[in-house]
Structures are given as structure tokens and as C-alpha cells.
């Protein structure tokens, strides 16, 4: 009895003929299916891979072109000389450029003539006889004062002379001098009346 019960069982839930067939043809469309599907994608695949290889030839080939030297273009046909200008009618002949007038340049400025140095002044030479003893009354190693002072004793009336005399470590001294005398008393007389006449110290000294 208990077998028998699940003989039946078995048979209720057993597939019959046409389930299994129809359980196959699905399965054969699914794997047709997938199977397609597969060929679609690897077709799209293939097309794709060679438009990315025809663009990146094409970059190569612009890049490639871009180095290449330009070549230069080919000469065209040579294009004719310009008709010569008709000569134009004497009436039309245009007037001479008259030339630029040339300035000469000014003269050069006269060279201004200086003036030649003033001659020193004179100064009396000391008399033929100078005798012993005489009164100087000054000394200078400017020549133009000792023309001046010669000058101002002249002028008191009396003969001034003028002695150069070149001292060793002080240079050359213009000694003014006055009167000629044979000795020491007479040229120490005279040189009172010096002072007083010049109102100016005055020494008496040996001649020479």
C-alpha cells in the first residue's frame, strides 16, 4: 500500500513529454540568444577598433605632414614686362628741380691778438760813482714796487738808484737807494733830510 502511494506521488510531480520539450526549446533560445548577443558586441568591438586606429593614423599622417619641408610652389607662367610709359608730350615735360642753394658756412672768428706782456718797469741804474757810503731807503724783491718807491722818491726831488742784488737762500732783493758820500757822518746828515722829506725810515749802508 505504502509503495503504491508513492508511485503516485512520483507521477504527480514528473514532467510529462511536452513540458520537457518545451523546457528544451527554451533553453535552446536562451543559449541562441545569449549566443548573439555575444556576436553583436564582438562585431561592434571589431568596428570601433579600427575607427580608433584610422584616427590616430590620421593624427600621424597630419603630424608627419606638418614636418615635412613645404615644397615650394611650382613657378606659374612668367607674366609679362609692364608697357614702357608713353613719352610724354613736350607740353607735359615737367619743369627742372632747381638745385638746393648751398649756404657756405660763416667765417671762422678772427683770432683775437692778446696783448704782448708789459715791459717791466725801468729802474734807474746805480750812478758811476757810488763813494762810500749811501742811504737806502727801501727794498723789495718786487720789481713794480720797487719802480714805485722809486718812483715817489724822484718825485720828492731827489736822484733815486736801484741795485739788484742776489742773496743766497732769500733770491733777488730791488734795493732803492739815494746819494753818494765819502763817509759815514755826511750820509747819516743826508739821511735825516730823507725822513723827513719821504716820512720814511731810511739806513745808511756801505755803497758796495
Do not use: H
Not at 533560445?29 to 548577443?37: D, E, H, P, Q, T
Not at 619641408?69 to 611650382?74: G, I, K, V, Y
Not at 757822518?185 to 719821504?198: H, N, Q, Y
Request: aromatic share 4%; net charge positive.
Amino acid at each position: 500500500m505504502r509503495d503504491a502511494e508513492r508511485l503516485r506521488d512520483r507521477r504527480q510531480f514528473s514532467f510529462d513529454d511536452r513540458q520537457l520539450l518545451a523546457l528544451a526549446l527554451s533553453a535552446l533560445l536562451l543559449v541562441s540568444g545569449v549566443f548573439s548577443l555575444g556576436l553583436l558586441i564582438g562585431r561592434r568591438s571589431a568596428a570601433r577598433a579600427p575607427e580608433a586606429g584610422s584616427g590616430a593614423s590620421q593624427l600621424a599622417a597630419l603630424d608627419a605632414q606638418a614636418r615635412r619641408p613645404q615644397a615650394a610652389p611650382a613657378p606659374g607662367p612668367a607674366k609679362p614686362p609692364p608697357p614702357a610709359a608713353p613719352l610724354a608730350a613736350p607740353s607735359e615735360v615737367p619743369p627742372p628741380v632747381r638745385s638746393a642753394t648751398v649756404i657756405p658756412p660763416p667765417p671762422p672768428p678772427a683770432a683775437v691778438a692778446t696783448p704782448p706782456a708789459s715791459a717791466p718797469p725801468a729802474l734807474a741804474p746805480p750812478p758811476r760813482e757810488l763813494g762810500a757810503f749811501t742811504v737806502q731807503v727801501g727794498a723789495s724783491q718786487d720789481r713794480g714796487e720797487a719802480a714805485r718807491l722809486q718812483g715817489r722818491v724822484r718825485t720828492a726831488g731827489l736822484k733815486p738808484y736801484v741795485v739788484e742784488a742776489r742773496l743766497l737762500g732769500k733770491g733777488t732783493w730791488y734795493r732803492v737807494r739815494v746819494g753818494a758820500f765819502p763817509d759815514r757822518e755826511s750820509a747819516t746828515r743826508f739821511r735825516k733830510d730823507v725822513e723827513r722829506e719821504l716820512r720814511l725810515a731810511a739806513v745808511v749802508m756801505p755803497a758796495r
